[in-house]
């Protein structure tokens, strides 16, 4: 029996409007616009979704799920951290290659695939990683068998450095694959470490404050320079990740994603914490790149709604509680948040002013979303369309006849506490402990299936 999706907010591709959606199997079969609908209820499986948003699902295209099939206690798993991204309307994921063993061969990259298909409650689909030694081998493997090349520019999670100019040249030059980079000067970032150690280690000035110092804008804007004038030089479609300061926006341009070879992204936890944030949270906001000062946070935002960057993705990153609780230079770097990026984004657009709705009808809400500054289309269109359109995905993304039926109902003006017992990670923790959000992810469909099944390896074209 087909599904039907009916009486909904319905928020793609710029426009927001009342609809009804059918589902047939695994494919989004027709989108019906307005109030009237022909057919007798009672031939589908019926989802009443008034007063409710449907939204594509969300494309998370960067992810450490820590699961490479050889660690004997990651910090997370496939089957943990997909429930999760699940659970918070994320429908797909782009898996880091900074695992144990790191995938940077076809053989790793097919057993993670193995491991994906087996626990992953949502598609799925992995980078490549860069090193110094592994150039030729990386660029004769078919493109369209991965998402991206993952190259680190500076030091993180995983330990894998790329630091050789001669091999980066012939990365940027012979790449027939996006690049994405976390670009942060080393030299810089091992400076500033030397200094902070001397001077705070094992005293009360040992604080995860410290970090956005160490890990600082002119690291972060130096590296980034250096990245891009080379994606220039050769005109390599070149993607930077997780981007935290104002600084690295004078790099970007603000052209059609369609129109341009150089883009960015930025993480929920960059735009939604500030440095201020540290005093309470200490380390469990501890990152890389740091999270840095409120004007950094607010310049992102202006960036994301001029279209300077391109993507929202998470950078989702558990690691165990007890090793974020050790002193601040030996705590790793590393955020969970895939299980509540829509609702944090959802919530720096209309937050509590959505709880006084008290919202029935499709009508009222489509009327009532459209009077806000921040398009809600603007979060959709990051969150959802951009991580498909850049990294090739196919026919995922949008709200489109034709398409696979990833989808995700929004239940607004709901009040949520994310409370211990609700978090689904391995790690059992969050940062936004106690936090109250102002929607409910009501329903999720992957591949058309609102069960715990459906999910599929991702089909990349470019």
């Avoid at 057919?39 to 594509?56: M, N, R, V």
């Avoid at 080393?186 to 956005?212: F, I």
């Avoid at 929202?312 to 050790?326: G, M, V």
Wanted: net charge negative; aromatic share 8%.
């Amino acid at each position: 029996m087909k599904t039907l999706i009916h009486n909904a907010t319905i928020v793609n591709e710029g426009s927001i409007f009342r609809g009804s959606v059918i589902i047939n199997n695994d494919i989004i079969e027709e989108i019906v616009e307005g109030d009237t609908f022909h057919f007798p209820l009672s031939t589908f499986h019926l989802q009443e979704a008034e007063g409710l948003l449907l939204l594509p699902g969300v494309i998370d295209t960067h992810v450490h799920f820590r699961d490479g099939g050889q660690s004997e206690n990651p910090a997370g798993t496939f089957y943990s951290e997909s429930r999760a991204a699940r659970a918070g309307g994320v429908t797909s994921v782009v898996d880091m290659p900074n695992t144990k063993p790191q995938t940077v061969t076809l053989e790793a990259l097919e057993a993670k695939e193995a491991l994906a298909a087996r626990d992953s409650a949502v598609n799925y689909g992995f980078m490549l990683g860069a090193t110094n030694d592994n150039i030729d081998d990386l660029l004769a493997i078919e493109p369209t068998r991965y998402a991206a090349i993952k190259l680190f520019l500076g030091s993180s999670t995983g330990n894998m450095l790329v630091n050789d100019p001669d091999q980066l040249d012939h990365l940027f030059r012979d790449a027939r694959k996006l690049i994405v980079a976390h670009c942060e000067e080393e030299r810089v970032v091992q400076a500033n470490l030397a200094n902070a150690k001397l001077q705070y280690q094992g005293t009360d000035g040992e604080s995860a404050a410290l970090h956005p110092k160490i890990r600082n804008s002119e690291a972060c804007f130096l590296s980034t320079y250096h990245a891009i004038e080379r994606a220039r030089r050769y005109g390599t479609r070149f993607h930077l990740a997780h981007i935290s300061t104002a600084t690295e926006l004078s790099l970007l341009s603000n052209f059609d994603i369609d129109k341009k070879h150089i883009t960015a992204e930025v993480t929920p936890n960059h735009l939604w914490f500030d440095d201020r944030d540290y005093a309470e949270l200490g380390n469990l906001i501890k990152c890389n790149p740091a999270i840095k000062s409120n004007d950094d946070r607010l310049a992102l935002w202006a960036a994301l709604e001029d279209g300077l960057i391109d993507t929202i993705a998470t950078d989702h990153a558990p690691h165990p509680l007890e090793a974020k609780q050790r002193p601040y230079f030996d705590a790793p770097s590393g955020i969970p948040s895939i299980q509540h990026s829509l609702q944090m984004m959802l919530e720096t657009v209309f937050g509590v002013e959505c709880e006084k709705w008290k919202v029935d009808s499709s009508k009222e809400l489509t009327q009532r979303l459209s009077a806000f500054h921040f398009p809600l289309s603007t979060l959709i269109t990051k969150m959802c369309h951009n991580p498909a359109l850049l990294f090739g995905i196919e026919r995922r993304g949008f709200i489109r006849p034709g398409y696979q039926a990833d989808l995700v109902l929004v239940r607004p003006g709901v009040q949520e506490t994310v409370t211990r017992e609700s978090l689904l990670y391995k790690c059992g923790w969050s940062p936004l402990l106690g936090q109250t959000f102002h929607t409910r992810i009501e329903h999720v469909w992957v591949n058309g299936n609102d069960r715990d099944g459906g999910a599929v390896a991702l089909q990349f074209n470019k």
